[in-house]
């Protein structure tokens, strides 16, 4: 049937009503046959925050005849702001997700990991089986031979709460040492405060905005985008550094097609031309800084004709980029990456990123970046750990002195490298070797290992040698396939979590609570928490008895409630965004070694690390090998959303980008399979190909989180290639911990065939109806 631009709208509309609403079965058959109202009975709203990626937008939860139909922005949330992402809108499909985890599950006695042979069991007999073999486990290597890894909202009972109660330094995040970790080090030591979860770029009032290595549109962070779109509408110019077309480069009026790995020289060479040409915001840099004199001698050598040759991008644009953010000052920005693993040098590189925003005058000024204040909460109070917890986070310790209590052994990473917080990909290895002490056990709580951790294959070994493993879950992920026992989590939307206290120009603070009951026989993390602590002889740090009682104390210690919060959602705090409200009060918001930011750092010398940033080439590119690049798409959250058929609808696959003359030099077609394979051997996929002239010819490109091998996963299984299992080397960032995955290449392999799955359209209607 041939369809109009008019019939083809309205059959569009009705399909997002669909996905949107969740409405009957009834409203569905037809896909034009939209309902007059998604709901039939009485409406109750409950107010939360959003899980389908961690941004921790507020939600308002609209629930109808006991079941979630409908998931909103809530107004009053300093996120969110009313709006939600197409993730936010689909948490509905997720909660009735048939391919959930139901209820615990103990290997069976006999099979090996990973091969998924389970039987089903009780909660207290699951939770005895883990508790009586970590204290085995103790009793023999120690408490720290047990390793916690966290990733989510409900992270903090199983990587900070619990490790430090029991006492194992050897708790981490992949959204450290694989994400930030380079960032929260390098502005540490630079301005003394950390960057956070909430990137505090005063957006709206920017005038000139240069992205380098930024994907804003396609990571998909809630307010940033809003307030990035804002940005644009009042005429703020847009620079993107990007080896590829990116989304945002479609909107800028620059795009710098760099070649990857040198971005740094990049930045030296705009430092250069600031200070050269006299162009950097001088009274600003008196009052502020140290080390300029330093800096300035330093920048001599990194020109524009240097950096010319290193980039590939011309002297001529480089100056005229320069000059541009001069002149805009101190409304320039160059705002922070999330994701700052790439190269080993990376840690320098964001020392370069803020040393540059310091130049321009714009740290706690409005255009630039102002500064992001904690919300005032207490903590619910209990005897003083035997240990801090060491996993960080967003914000994760910077680095320095880090003294063992007596009685404890050092985290097993230790020594590595300069920063304080855990690298999570350093505890992989002893696992495997039991150096320096060994690893038997493992916690994982919502970190989907083989999408994350680089060295698929070594992880593998890792978990066959220990004596526990331990998986706290929603889906069937394949690592989780691989535990001895599965504690399976209710999801987002029917539980309690701790309470969010976000760092922003108005601090707040959040409230998780259930919409609906917990479907099947799954648990909040905090109950599984707080009953694994009590059969660890924990008691003493779990003095509530629920957590309605926890969270009501921490909101009593600060004139609020739990009930006061159910119904606001959200509790905001005044804050202090700007220098000139810190002066005010007579405060020095830079907690660095002298007090101001730090162009040159004399903590970086005395530890023998280079006190200035400094340009180091990345590793070669093989010949007939690409450098491998990933990055996200808006409509999935890294490897976690892939079983949403809501969302799977939106984008079911990923693709490899190759530019087009590559491609016609590799006969290959637009959209035909082929293998991906790395200078290691691994092969990956079978993916589709995409042949544009918006990427660069010296590199490749995947959306990560796709290649799913769990065959729980009805949805994701099979569909795309998996960025993390090609990159089977990293560079480790000898500052932060980092692990810098771009130092993986591949090449494209033809003969692959399509894979023979059933279409997501017929599967997400089976799941609609």
């Not at 929260?184 to 380098?212: C, K, M, N």
């Not at 750990?385 to 910077?398: D, K, R, T, V, W």
């Not at 593998?460 to 992920?477: C, F, G, R, S």
Request: charged share 25%; hydrophobic share 35%.
């Amino acid at each position: 049937m041939k369809l109009d631009r008019r019939r083809f709208l309205k059959l569009s509309a009705a399909s997002v009503g669909a996905v949107a609403f969740g409405g009957r079965a009834a409203a569905l058959r037809a896909p034009w046959a939209v309902p007059r109202k998604w709901y039939a009975g009485e409406v109750r709203t409950v107010f939360s925050y959003c899980e389908n990626c961690f941004w921790k937008c507020g939600i308002a939860v609209k629930v109808e005849g006991g079941r979630v139909r409908k998931i909103d922005g809530q107004e009053q949330n300093t996120k969110s702001r009313g709006r939600l992402c197409p993730r936010g809108q689909a948490g509905v499909a997720q909660l009735y997700d048939p391919d959930r985890l139901k209820r615990p599950l103990i290997r069976i006695e006999g099979s090996k990991r990973g091969e998924g042979k389970y039987r089903e069991a009780s909660w207290e007999e699951a939770l005895d089986y883990v508790a009586e073999r970590m204290l085995q486990i103790k009793e023999r290597y120690g408490p720290e031979a047990v390793a916690w890894f966290g990733h989510g909202s409900g992270d903090s009972w199983f990587v900070e709460y619990l490790p430090a109660a029991w006492g194992s330094p050897n708790a981490a995040k992949p959204a450290v040492s694989i994400c930030t970790a380079p960032r929260e080090t390098a502005s540490q030591w630079t301005f003394g405060r950390p960057v956070g979860g909430h990137e505090p770029v005063d957006w709206t009032e920017s005038r000139y905005i240069v992205l380098i290595g930024h994907h804003i549109g396609e990571d998909t962070h809630n307010t940033q985008l809003q307030d990035f779109a804002e940005a644009l509408r009042r005429g703020a110019k847009l620079v993107v550094v990007d080896p590829r077309f990116s989304t945002a480069a479609s909107k800028a009026h620059r795009w710098l097609p760099i070649k990857p790995g040198t971005d740094l020289a990049l930045l030296l060479a705009w430092i250069h031309v600031l200070i050269k040409e006299d162009l950097y915001d001088r009274d600003y840099v008196q009052k502020y800084t140290v080390g300029f004199e330093e800096l300035a001698v330093h920048s001599n050598k990194h020109t524009p004709e240097w950096a010319e040759e290193i980039t590939e991008i011309p002297a001529e644009t480089i100056r005229a980029v320069a000059r541009e953010m001069a002149a805009a000052k101190p409304r320039a920005v160059l705002p922070p990456g999330r994701h700052t693993v790439w190269y080993g040098d990376d840690t320098q590189r964001m020392r370069a990123v803020y040393i540059l925003n310091a130049l321009l005058g714009n740290y706690g000024v409005p255009g630039g970046f102002y500064l992001a204040k904690p919300p005032y909460l207490e903590k619910y109070p209990h005897p003083p750990f035997p240990l801090e917890p060491a996993a960080g986070g967003c914000s994760g310790s910077s680095g320095g002195a880090e003294e063992v209590p007596e009685g404890f052994k050092p985290r097993a990473d230790k020594g590595k490298f300069f920063a304080k917080t855990t690298a999570i990909q350093e505890l992989i290895e002893p696992m495997l070797s039991g150096e320096p002490y060994p690893i038997r056990g493992l916690v994982c709580y919502g970190t989907n290992l083989f999408h994350s951790i680089p060295n698929v294959p070594r992880t593998k070994k890792a978990l066959a040698k220990l004596d526990l493993y331990v998986a706290i879950d929603v889906l069937p992920m394949e690592h989780v396939m691989w535990a001895d026992v599965i504690l399976p989590e209710c999801t987002y939307l029917e539980r309690y979590d701790d309470l969010a206290a976000i760092a922003h120009k108005t601090p707040f603070i959040e409230l998780r609570q259930p919409a609906v009951e917990p479907l099947w026989e799954t648990k909040p993390g905090w109950w599984i928490a707080r009953e694994l602590g009590l059969r660890l002889g924990l008691e003493k740090y779990f003095p509530w008895k629920n957590i309605e009682e926890y969270l009501d104390t921490r909101l009593q210690l600060i004139g609020s409630s739990l009930e006061e919060l159910k119904q606001k959602g959200t509790l905001i705090q005044e804050g202090r965004p700007y220098l000139k409200d810190w002066e005010r009060r007579h405060r020095n918001p830079f907690k660095t070694p002298s007090g101001k930011i730090e162009l040159y750092s004399r903590t970086f010398a005395e530890h023998g690390l280079d006190p200035l940033p400094d340009y180091t080439p990345p590793m070669p590119v093989p010949e007939g090998f690409y450098r491998l690049l990933y990055g996200r798409t808006p409509v999935h959250s890294f490897a976690k959303t892939q079983n949403n058929w809501v969302l799977m609808e939106l984008k079911a696959e990923n693709e490899v980008w190759i530019h087009r003359e590559e491609g016609r030099k590799l006969g290959l077609r637009h959209g035909e399979y082929v293998w991906l394979e790395n200078d290691a051997g691994v092969r990956e996929g079978p993916v589709r190909v995409r042949l544009t002239e918006r990427i660069r010819r010296d590199c490749v490109y995947l959306v990560h989180g796709f290649g799913h091998k769990g065959r729980g996963l009805r949805l994701a299984y099979g569909r795309g290639a998996s960025d993390n299992a090609l990159q089977t080397r990293y560079v480790l960032d000898p500052i932060s911990g980092g692990a810098a995955l771009r130092n993986n290449f591949v090449k494209v392999v033809k003969g692959a065939a399509r894979p023979r799955l059933k279409r997501i359209g017929q599967l997400a209607r089976e799941r609609r109806l």
